[in-house]
């Protein structure tokens, strides 16, 4: 079939040069022909849409229960938000919007039923046996958990966008991941997802407990970052009812990080490009992926004074929302659901599907448990466990 388009002609008509090609994919595990008009990172995305870990993120906890109220954000909703955030930045910066779309719509897919408490739960029941931490689930889900081809485990994602799954890190996040611990940081496409993550969660988490009245305007007034958006929802629509206000100005919370973000990551290029031909003594010296790679510091930033002001606004989100008296009353309920169905499958295997165990041999009974608790969505969790109990 004949080519629709020449990628690398376009790749570098659009791209900057420290943004990801084809050619830095670092291929997959499984060799396999390329496709005729589909870049490598647009079919990694699209495996990762259609696998079923994504669609399973629909009834999964973000920080409010689904279904108490249709408009909560869901793990799905918040995955959709970082890839639009992800794809913003990436276009502006002119990286590969297809690498960051297909690593922003991956990051949470190892996440567990019940949001981060979900999460501590499954960590300590597998204390002793490896622990459990949800971005290196992730990795797990993309490479061996799901299996739509008959001839290998796993979605066979190219290496770049596996390394970014790897090495996803925010306020929240830190893994470690043994395949990738030789390489300083992520391309600059995982790191801008990054970013995008901590700017979707941030502002979806403030709108969504502002809905909920479980924190008011008036406790968000001595916060820098908020007194900033209102000015300018206020600036923007000063005849507006207070709604509006209020859903504009965490709209503005977004904008105002991602224009930040954009700045502060343009002036770290800017730097390493300068040190970079400074070294080579020559200005011909383009910045390569594996330079922004090899650089201790993170090109994907937040300036200094965002940065503070983003960690004032999360420090308040974590003493009134993630541990709110309603979260902490359902942290506990996740324990009990997740620690009873954890234990009951430890006391009789032969409860599990055949095709989890199945893999008890290879993979040790308390991985699989794990495995499979962790794919479940919430609704699926607490109906079994009633079931099994």
Not at 98 to 110: F, I, K, R
């Amino acid at each position: 079939m004949k080519t629709l388009f020449d990628h690398h002609a376009q790749q570098e008509a659009l791209l900057g040069p420290y943004a990801l090609r084809a050619d830095d994919a670092g291929g997959r595990v499984h060799s396999e022909d390329e496709h005729p008009y589909r870049t490598c990172y647009q079919r990694d995305r699209d495996r990762i849409v259609h696998c079923s870990a994504f669609r399973r993120l629909d009834y999964k906890t973000q920080v409010f229960v689904p279904h108490e109220q249709d408009h909560y954000r869901t793990r799905l909703t918040h995955t959709l938000e970082v890839a639009q955030v992800a794809r913003t930045l990436a276009r502006a910066l002119r990286v590969n919007e297809d690498a960051a779309e297909a690593v922003a719509l991956a990051h949470d897919l190892g996440h567990p039923p019940f949001g981060h408490a979900g999460e501590e739960v499954l960590n300590e029941l597998m204390a002793g046996n490896g622990g459990f931490e949800h971005n290196r689930q992730s990795l797990r889900v993309v490479d061996y958990l799901e299996h739509p081809y008959p001839d290998f485990r796993g979605l066979n994602l190219t290496n770049a966008v596996r390394l970014c799954l790897a090495r996803h890190e925010t306020r929240y996040d830190s893994p470690q991941i043994e395949e990738f611990a030789d390489i300083p940081s992520a391309p600059l496409e995982g790191q801008l997802v990054d970013l995008a993550d901590e700017i979707a969660y941030t502002s979806a988490d403030l709108s969504d407990a502002l809905a909920a009245r479980w924190i008011t305007l008036e406790q968000l007034g001595g916060l820098e970052l908020w007194r900033r958006a209102w000015g300018l929802a206020e600036r923007a629509m000063p005849e507006a009812r207070e709604i509006h206000k209020r859903i504009c100005a965490c709209r503005s919370v977004m904008s105002i990080l991602t224009d930040d973000a954009l700045a502060e990551t343009a002036r770290r290029l800017d730097l390493l490009v300068t040190a970079r031909r400074r070294k080579a003594n020559t200005a011909a010296a383009p910045l390569r992926p594996v330079d922004v790679q090899q650089n201790p510091q993170r090109c994907a930033a937040f300036s200094n004074e965002s940065a503070g002001n983003l960690g004032q606004l999360q420090q308040f989100l974590l003493e009134n929302v993630y541990l709110h008296a309603d979260a902490r009353q359902r942290q506990t309920d996740t324990r009990l659901v997740i620690t009873e169905l954890f234990r009951t499958y430890e006391a009789d295997p032969s409860l599990l599907p055949k095709r989890y165990s199945n893999r008890i041999g290879n993979d040790g009974l308390y991985r699989v448990i794990c495995d499979y608790i962790a794919g479940m969505t919430d609704r699926f969790c607490r109906n079994i466990k009633d079931i099994k109990g």
